[in-house]
């Protein structure tokens, strides 16, 4: 088993930025991936970064050049550094893991309000 717990979730103006992060533990020698999605009011969960064992990372087109995805494997932890943030980034932030047979973990989410 492996959990996950978010956090650094807030209120922030447009423009201004925000550091996430996810405490990882367990069963962390299973995870060969790790990532963010978030769900915004009445929408459904959309997919926003990945960051593999190896360092490779694929961002979301909505957060590209914004966004950056880390991973710190001595604290076992991984971040997502949010930057020039916009009303519409407003949303529930989960963190998860997909283990190397394909399982899932998620978190239980951390909320990121950007007001104007």
């Known amino acids: 088993q492996v959990q996950l717990v978010e956090s650094g979730g807030g209120l922030v103006q447009a423009g201004g930025s925000l550091r996430l992060s996810c405490g990882v533990s367990g069963s962390t020698f299973t995870i060969s991936a790790m990532g963010w999605h978030r769900q915004a009011p009445g929408k459904q969960r959309e997919f926003v970064t990945s960051i593999t064992n190896g360092g490779l990372t694929v961002y979301a087109d909505s957060v590209k050049g914004r966004f950056t995805i880390s991973r710190d494997n001595a604290k076992n932890t991984v971040y997502l550094q949010m930057n020039s943030l916009k009303p519409e980034d407003t949303a529930v932030y989960y963190c998860?893991?997909?283990?190397?047979?394909?399982?899932?973990?998620w978190g239980q989410g951390t909320q990121v309000t950007v007001s104007l």
């Open positions: 998860n893991a997909k283990s190397s047979s394909s399982r899932w973990y």
